[in-house]
């Protein structure tokens, strides 16, 4: 079963503010632009790394 907390809620966002950095801030600036086109696709990285992980996710008991 997934789990919509994570990936609706964590993993869909930090997509769209990564891509949003990454394609529309870092071109208006001139000299940040590189710095902020690789925080921008690291966080959408580690969006589509939650979102994943999201998909997978199961609350299994644990076994004694």
């Known amino acids: 079963m997934a789990s ?3 990936t609706v809620g ?3 966002p930090m997509i769209i503010v990564g891509a949003l950095m990454a394609w529309l801030w870092a071109p208006l600036e001139g000299d940040l ?3 902020i086109e690789l925080v ?4 959408g990285l580690l969006g589509v790394i939650f979102f ?3 998909l997978f996710y199961t609350k299994e008991p644990v076994m004694h």
């Open 10 to 12: 964590v993993g869909i």
């Open 4 to 6: 919509k907390a994570i």
């Open 33 to 35: 632009q590189n710095q």
């Open 52 to 54: 994943i992980c999201g």
């Open 40 to 43: 921008g696709s690291t966080i």
